[in-house]
């Protein structure tokens, strides 16, 4: 009795083999490739066409456009290939599809009624991605979070603070969002002087300071406007506060700060004008 069990059983696989087997293996094998080809293709077919629609822009800022683009295009459609697949091998294991079918509607009906943030996360997320409002590698601020942008999904945003953490938002909880790397950028540095100096120096020293630094080879690509004294901002009894003001690069105001104050600083000491401390 039992090896007439184990060859009736071998002889049902084989059957199946023969009937099944070779429309699974090619479903199998073209979500494979399809896969394959959407990854390979998407990047470089996407890639001109975003550089079309954004000619004149930086390099940089092309590419974090298309990388965006193309993740989520890639995802959803990897996505959409594996149920493919899936709703054709099920049918060859005996399994009925209809009442995962009609699940589906059912499932449609609840995240109507019951999941609705997932719906706005979706919507909000496809008018991030239409409208440009930023991509991998950018710096935003959203939802109260500053960082860099290290993924963008329909559903959700990944952001990375300067202290490393990592955040995930929701797109519904994005209302307004700060692009800190797009076009251009201003740095802005306040400067304090003691209340006797005179601004026609403090004026011709730091105009001369952002006047040498944009025309450092280090900098040169990345300072647009040289930095220059912009006005006083505001007086009291610890002297002065003078605004010095310049466009760079975007993504680079916070490093051009940093060395403007520096040189601005000893340069002023070097002229012999005083802080409001000595």
């Keep these: 009795m039992i090896q007439h069990h184990l060859a009736l059983t071998r002889d049902d696989l084989g059957d199946w083999f023969e009937e099944h087997a070779i429309a699974v293996i ?10 394959y080809l959407v990854r390979w293709l998407t990047p470089h077919v996407l890639r001109p066409a975003v550089a079309r629609q954004m000619a004149g822009r930086p390099e940089s800022e092309v590419r974090r456009r298309a990388d965006t683009l193309s993740s989520v295009i890639v ?24 009442p995962v079918l009609a699940g589906v509607g ?26 440009n409002q930023y991509g991998k590698g950018d710096i935003v601020t959203i939802a109260g979070v500053t960082g860099t942008v290290e993924d963008v999904t329909l559903r959700r945003t990944l952001l990375r603070d300067v202290d490393g953490v990592l955040y995930s938002i929701p797109n519904s909880a994005v209302v307004v969002s700060a692009n800190f790397t797009r076009d251009f950028a201003n740095v802005r540095v306040t400067i304090p002087v003691h209340v006797s100096s005179n601004l026609e120096d403090v004026r011709r020293v730091i105009d001369d300071v952002g006047k040498q630094l944009a ?16 006005r006083v901002d505001g007086i009291d009894g610890n002297g002065m506060s003078v605004q010095v003001n310049g466009t760079v690069r975007p993504g680079t105001q916070w490093e051009i700060a940093g060395v403007l ?7 002023l000491q070097a002229a012999g004008i005083k802080t409001p401390w000595g």
């Design 26 to 35: 090619a479903a199998v094998v073209i979500a494979t490739i399809a896969i």
């Design 75 to 98: 995802r959803t459609a990897e996505v959409v290939i594996i149920a493919l697949a899936l709703f054709t091998i099920l049918p060859e294991f005996g399994l009925d599809i209809r």
């Design 106 to 131: 059912i499932t449609g009906i609840a995240i109507g009624l019951g999941a609705q943030s997932l719906v706005r996360d979706t919507i909000n997320g496809l008018f991030i991605l239409t409208e």
């Design 215 to 230: 025309a450092e080879p280090a900098y040169r690509e990345r300072v647009l406007t040289p930095p220059r004294f912009l």
């Design 261 to 267: 104050r520096e040189r601005v600083m000893n340069a």
